[in-house]
């Protein structure tokens, strides 16, 4: 299934943001490990997690950690009772 949609993105302007995309970040490890050097795993997991959480505002980029929880809906409780069971 991968192999397909690799084809069906390659040379596609899709791929060309991907591609340019991994050039970024890969320079950004890499410059990274000039200041303090890290493993790639502990390196993307912690892009992905502030990549995540961060959000653009008046032209600078803002670090939110609880505002991923906007989008979960609050559990459906019946009255009068604290949990379910």
């Known amino acids: 299934a991968g192999?397909?949609?690799?084809?069906?993105?390659?040379?596609?302007?899709?791929?060309?943001?991907?591609?340019?995309?991994m050039r970024n970040i890969n320079?950004?490890?890499e410059l990274l490990q000039s200041f303090m050097p890290c493993a790639w795993d502990h390196f993307s997991w912690a892009r992905c997690v502030v990549s995540s959480r961060a959000?653009?505002?008046?032209?600078?980029?803002?670090?939110?950690p609880w505002a991923d929880l906007i989008n979960h809906g609050a559990?459906?409780?019946?009255p009068g009772r604290l949990c379910s069971t």
Do not use: I, P
């Open 3 to 21: 192999h397909g949609l690799h084809q069906k993105l390659k040379s596609s302007y899709t791929e060309a943001l991907f591609q340019a995309k």
């Open 75 to 78: 559990a459906k409780k019946e």
């Open 27 to 29: 320079l950004e490890f």
């Open 55 to 64: 959000f653009g505002w008046q032209d600078t980029v803002r670090l939110v």
